[in-house]
């Protein structure tokens, strides 16, 4: 039973990662989610809420694999410190067809997914039946699990889109180009999101793999993340003060001139057209800049004659 609920745990911690990146695109993320009136549970599902294809928005943040299929309905078995085995390919493979049952759905609309957090020897894949169609991404042709898809996330490219689930692969070397590749502009979408990054690069950090036996959840995950912030905010430089924050989100706390006090009046003005500039003064501020350009000139006319001529 212990096991069981350790096993829990890194499921909701995977899962949570993918709700608060794909919940901004229209995907339901739920864990433990149930296929049946009763047990069993399917350890992730993804839902696209509406459509009939991934959006590119969508595409940009699920994984290798998951995003090049149509369906709809995603269910992941997901193996953290256990290996891949033949139950657990079976399993992946009952889970989809009750689910389908139960659900009304036909095969297209869903996909049952392993995901494996190590790498499953090549001799068990070779006796599956499966093939890499591409780098981490796994299909055979053997009947009953033929619709089942492997991913190893140690083999799966550190792209963007493989970020969140590459941060649970076995390897740190992988663990850590997942964290690199994490896309900055989904990082900045939440504090929550960002809080969630941050507490599990320092708890991989502290204790080298994620250590269940002090039940880890995501919520103290993410407040553990929130003091992490809270001590950067303290002590941190500017830089990472303001890592996290959308440029949005950084100009709501600020004041118009506190954003314009670091720039010269050349950088302020720069990339502004002469309406844009003209459209901000009034008509007693135009008249003494008309007035400015027009001894500007004057001063300078017989200059800029000279120079005609000269060309």
């Known amino acids: 039973m212990a096991d069981d609920k350790a096993r829990a745990q890194y499921h909701q911690l995977l899962g949570s990662g993918m709700r608060l990146s794909l919940s901004a695109v229209q995907?339901?993320?739920?864990?433990?989610s149930s296929i049946l009136s009763e047990s069993p549970r399917v350890d992730i599902l993804l839902l696209r809420r509406e459509g009939t294809a991934w959006t590119a928005a969508q595409h940009a943040r699920l994984p290798d694999g998951i995003r090049d299929s149509a369906a709809a309905h995603i269910l992941v078995?997901?193996?953290y410190t256990e290996s891949v085995t033949e139950d657990a390919i079976l399993r992946a493979a009952a889970y989809d067809l009750f689910y389908r049952q139960v659900q009304k759905l036909?095969?297209?609309?869903?996909?049952?997914v392993v995901l494996s957090a190590k790498t499953p020897q090549r001799s068990r894949l070779a006796r599956w039946g499966f093939e890499e169609s591409q780098n981490g991404v796994y299909r055979t042709k053997l009947p009953f699990v033929g619709r089942v898809m492997l991913l190893?996330?140690?083999r799966l490219p550190a792209n963007s889109n493989n970020a969140?689930?590459?941060l649970?692969?076995?390897?740190?070397?992988?663990?850590?180009?997942g964290f690199a590749s994490l896309d900055r502009h989904v990082l900045a979408e939440s504090l929550e999101m960002h809080a969630y990054v941050l507490g599990l690069s320092q708890t991989f950090d502290v204790k080298g793999e994620l250590n269940m036996a002090e039940v880890l959840t995501p919520e103290k995950v993410i407040e553990y993340g929130m003091r992490i912030r809270e001590l950067i905010f303290e002590t941190g430089t500017p830089e990472e003060r303001l890592a996290g924050l959308s440029p949005d989100q950084i100009f709501e706390v600020l004041g118009p001139n506190e954003i314009l006090a670091g720039l010269s009046p050349n950088e302020i003005l720069a990339g502004l057209s002469p309406n844009e500039i003209l459209a901000g003064l009034n008509s007693e501020e135009r008249r003494t800049l008309l007035h400015l350009l027009q001894e500007e000139m004057d001063s300078g006319g017989d200059g800029g004659s000279e120079n005609r001529k000269d060309t």
Do not use: H
């Open 77 to 79: 078995e997901f193996k």
């Open 106 to 112: 036909s095969k297209g609309q869903t996909l049952p």
């Open 27 to 32: 995907v339901n993320v739920s864990t433990e």
């Open 168 to 177: 649970f692969a076995s390897r740190k070397s992988e663990r850590d180009a």
């Open 164 to 166: 969140i689930v590459k």
């Open 152 to 154: 190893a996330l140690n």
